[in-house]
């Protein structure tokens, strides 16, 4: 591929506007010597303004979501794209979340521009674990975790019952679940049909893959071996 097409398809402007780049000269090698369109360095030697280029094709991020944000390219509020470089939106394909967040659920949210990798994560056939923090409005009755578990609870307006999903309480008013599906605001979703309301909700762990360390509003790219957690646990 084209060094104009490649630069444009990372989202650094329009092919017109990358070709500007190029007869200034900001498009540079390793060692600042300038690119021609006809070039064909590898990904990492590439430097525009002297910075290195945004993840290439295949990218996985990892963003510590704020309550807040939409997991839109367009939304009337504040959308996850305002916590990225500007240009991973106008990127193609676009780096797209993988699943969604609700405005104000917080936590781990992946993003990537693999789409079969994005399918396989989001399939039901994958039944990867996503692991929430519930702080709840109400005293859990102690009878959530059996009902969680029997695999027969059914939500309203759904025509099949939810998977199992394990539940371990974390105090009077907090709790631990594990579900294996992504159903419409399914957490929330579940202890309202159990009596009682989630006033806060953070996604802990996606897969075998934890937040860690990563603050709130930060991201970080991936590397292969990190992005391969998602697939690793034992599903319960």
Avoid at 10 to 20: D, F, I, K, M, P
Avoid at 42 to 69: F, N, S
Wanted: aromatic content about 4%; glycine content about 8%; hydrophobic content about 40%.
């Amino acid at each position: 591929m084209k060094l104009v097409r490649r630069l444009a398809n990372l989202g650094y402007g329009s092919r017109r506007q990358v070709e500007a780049l190029l007869r200034d000269g900001r498009v540079t090698d390793a060692d600042g010597r300038p690119l021609g369109a006809e070039a064909q360095p590898e990904h990492e030697a590439i430097r525009i303004d002297g910075q290195p280029l945004d993840p290439p094709p295949g990218a996985v991020l990892m963003l510590h979501k704020p309550a807040g944000y939409t997991c839109s390219t367009s939304d009337p509020g504040r959308v996850v794209y305002e916590l990225l470089p500007p240009r991973f939106r106008l990127r193609n394909p676009i780096i797209a979340p993988v699943g969604r967040l609700d405005r104000d659920t917080t936590g781990l949210l992946l993003l990537t521009d693999d789409g079969p990798l994005l399918h396989r994560i989001i399939s039901p056939k994958s039944r990867i674990p996503k692991v929430y923090e519930a702080t709840l409005a109400r005293d859990l009755t102690g009878e959530e975790a059996a009902v969680f578990a029997a695999g027969t609870l059914m939500l309203r307006s759904e025509t099949t019952p939810l998977a199992p999903a394990v539940l371990e309480p974390l105090g009077p008013r907090r709790a631990r679940l594990t579900v294996t599906e992504g159903r419409y605001h399914q957490v929330r979703r579940m202890f309202a049909a159990a009596g009682n309301h989630v006033e806060a909700l953070h996604r802990t762990a996606v897969g075998g893959l934890g937040l860690d360390d990563l603050a709130e509003g930060k991201w970080r790219i991936l590397v292969p071996a990190e992005a391969a957690r998602v697939f690793k646990p034992t599903v319960p």
